[in-house]
């Protein structure tokens, strides 16, 4: 047992310190000025992973988080510290990793908070062990808890309570989990259930099916909620590659396979298995700066567009837009959104931009390119293309900031960094996205 202090706090809101050795510890839940009692869960040569058996001080920035799931499933992981801290913590992350990782000392604009902290989540997954349905441990993909979420919508919380009399009424294991996604302002919502079975798809959809129809899902839950079921997918994910990247194949069991959202007043299909933001209203906060950037773009590329969200919103009337998105389902939805708004000079295509040849056909050379990639960020051989293009504006969203300022050096020799934005786009949560406006030099 050891006595520790945290002076800091880490990239995932772990309470950092020094032992008396000199060794640096890792402490989760412990905020800067505590002191605690702490068992040594890792010990390397440099760096101590510690739990904390017993809490000596409290800081003044802890607060009892109102969740009374809290610390057992995987999603709010720093919901002890105040709003305040939370925010101020997320911002030093981004000017941190800036400074250490990218070598890059730039003014980080104040942290845009999240225009709601409860129930914002549009989209959320499900774990179905038995009779119960709930969130995922902390530590696993296990079974947690099956209690209210206090930061899903509402509307999910009343699919669930549904689902779990189904489930109890008549048990079955073909479920492993189950997606819901949707939105408040078009009351429209969708269901996924995820079967990793490995019987054939045609036993796999006649027994989803028979029991969609046997338990009257599609019908209770269209009476249970303010707004309108629009569809129930079946994704099959019978091997260890598709469970792993939950890329199984889908089948509609009734109904459509997407629903629609309003974001800065445009209108979007989004299909299953088609990413789209989760946080409605954060979203909105998150593309403003990139739309009052772009604005006067004749020629926008949209890389990593998915649905098309950005780049739509984007893109005036005269605009020509371009987007590229290695996902089928969300290029298929970008389409639809492109026409659902009227946009009739819009392009995209399935491919991964990394391997996109640029110079090939008679794409026009873009004044602005927006980038919103996954966590992992941009490799070098993109950036040498995006280089080669030389626009004369890149809007940078991401959602890590140790791969954002690993790509800014390498962008760095050819792009003045005009504005660094973060976004609370994930309350109650470590994670947090940065909006970075660049000019070529």
Same mark, same amino acid.
């Given at each position: 047992?050891?006595?520790?202090?945290?002076? $800091?706090?880490?990239?995932?809101?772990? /309470?950092?310190?020094?032992?008396?050795? +000199?060794?640096?510890?890792?402490?989760?839940?412990?905020?800067?000025?505590?002191?605690?009692?702490?068992?040594?869960?890792?010990?390397?040569?440099?760096? *101590?992973?510690?739990?904390?058996?017993?809490?000596?001080?409290?800081?003044?920035?802890?607060?009892?988080?109102?969740?009374?799931?809290?610390?057992?499933?995987?999603?709010?992981?720093?919901?002890?510290?105040? =709003?305040?801290?939370?925010?101020?913590?997320?911002?030093?992350?981004?000017?941190?990793?800036?400074?250490?990782?990218?070598?890059?000392?730039?003014?980080?604009?104040?942290?845009?908070?999240?225009?709601?902290?409860?129930?914002?989540?549009? @989209?959320?997954?499900?774990?179905?062990?038995?009779?119960?349905? +709930?969130?995922?441990?902390?530590?696993?993909?296990?079974?947690?808890?099956?209690? /209210?979420?206090?930061?899903?919508?509402?509307?999910?919380?009343?699919?669930?309570?549904?689902?779990?009399?189904?489930?109890?009424? @008549?048990?079955?294991?073909?479920?492993?989990?189950?997606?819901?996604?949707?939105?408040?302002?078009?009351?429209?919502?969708?269901?996924?259930?995820?079967?990793?079975?490995?019987?054939?798809?045609?036993?796999?959809?006649?027994?989803?099916?028979?029991?969609?129809?046997?338990?009257?899902?599609?019908?209770?839950?269209?009476?249970?909620?303010?707004?309108?079921? *629009?569809?129930?997918?079946?994704? *099959?994910?019978?091997?260890?590659?598709?469970?792993?990247?939950?890329?199984?194949?889908?089948?509609?069991?009734?109904?459509?396979?997407?629903? @629609?959202?309003?974001?800065?007043?445009?209108?979007?299909?989004?299909?299953?298995?088609?990413?789209?933001?989760?946080?409605?209203?954060?979203?909105?906060?998150?593309?403003?700066?990139?739309?009052?950037?772009?604005?006067?773009?004749?020629?926008?590329?949209?890389?990593?567009?998915? $649905?098309?969200?950005?780049?739509?919103?984007?893109? =005036?009337?005269?605009?020509?837009?371009?987007?590229?998105?290695?996902?089928?389902?969300?290029?298929?939805?970008?389409?639809?959104?492109?026409?659902?708004?009227?946009? $009739?000079?819009?392009?995209?295509?399935?491919?991964?931009?990394?391997?996109?040849?640029?110079?090939?056909?008679?794409?026009?050379?873009?004044?602005?390119?927006?980038?919103?990639?996954?966590?992992?960020?941009?490799?070098?051989?993109?950036?040498?293309?995006?280089?080669?293009?030389?626009?004369?504006?890149?809007?940078?969203?991401?959602?890590?900031?140790?791969?954002?300022?690993?790509?800014?050096?390498?962008?760095? $020799?050819?792009?003045?960094?005009?504005?660094?934005?973060?976004?609370?786009?994930?309350?109650?949560?470590? @994670?947090?996205?940065?909006?970075?406006?660049? =000019?070529?030099?």
């Amino acid at each position: 047992m050891e006595k520790i202090k945290a002076r $800091t706090l880490g990239n995932e809101g772990q /309470g950092i310190g020094n032992l008396s050795s +000199g060794k640096v510890f890792f402490a989760d839940g412990l905020l800067p000025g505590e002191e605690a009692m702490a068992e040594v869960v890792s010990d390397k040569k440099k760096i *101590m992973v510690a739990k904390v058996t017993e809490r000596l001080s409290d800081s003044p920035q802890r607060i009892i988080p109102p969740c009374e799931n809290y610390g057992k499933c995987g999603g709010c992981d720093i919901m002890h510290m105040t =709003s305040d801290l939370e925010l101020s913590f997320k911002q030093n992350k981004v000017k941190e990793a800036l400074q250490r990782i990218g070598g890059l000392d730039i003014e980080v604009n104040d942290i845009i908070d999240s225009p709601r902290r409860l129930n914002y989540r549009n @989209h959320m997954q499900y774990v179905i062990s038995g009779m119960d349905i +709930g969130l995922r441990s902390q530590s696993s993909n296990d079974f947690a808890c099956c209690d /209210g979420c206090m930061i899903e919508y509402e509307a999910f919380s009343k699919i669930r309570k549904i689902m779990k009399e189904c489930f109890e009424y @008549h048990p079955t294991t073909l479920f492993s989990s189950l997606i819901l996604r949707g939105s408040e302002r078009t009351g429209e919502y969708l269901m996924e259930f995820v079967t990793e079975s490995s019987q054939s798809h045609e036993i796999l959809i006649r027994d989803a099916q028979k029991y969609i129809e046997s338990m009257s899902v599609f019908e209770k839950i269209n009476e249970a909620i303010d707004g309108e079921l *629009m569809g129930i997918v079946l994704q *099959m994910c019978g091997d260890k590659t598709s469970r792993r990247t939950r890329s199984g194949k889908r089948v509609v069991l009734c109904g459509k396979d997407y629903f @629609h959202e309003i974001l800065s007043d445009r209108r979007f299909r989004i299909r299953a298995g088609a990413f789209f933001q989760v946080n409605t209203e954060g979203a909105e906060k998150l593309y403003a700066p990139v739309r009052e950037f772009v604005k006067d773009a004749e020629v926008l590329y949209d890389l990593f567009c998915g $649905t098309g969200s950005i780049g739509l919103c984007c893109a =005036s009337p005269d605009t020509r837009l371009f987007g590229i998105e290695v996902s089928s389902e969300a290029v298929s939805s970008a389409k639809t959104n492109a026409e659902l708004n009227g946009i $009739t000079n819009a392009d995209f295509v399935v491919k991964q931009a990394e391997r996109f040849d640029f110079d090939g056909g008679d794409l026009p050379k873009p004044d602005a390119v927006i980038v919103d990639p996954p966590r992992k960020g941009m490799d070098i051989a993109l950036i040498a293309k995006l280089k080669k293009l030389a626009p004369q504006k890149i809007a940078y969203v991401s959602c890590d900031p140790a791969t954002l300022a690993r790509d800014l050096k390498y962008l760095a $020799t050819d792009y003045e960094v005009l504005s660094v934005t973060p976004v609370n786009m994930f309350p109650y949560s470590h @994670h947090v996205e940065t909006v970075v406006l660049m =000019s070529r030099v």
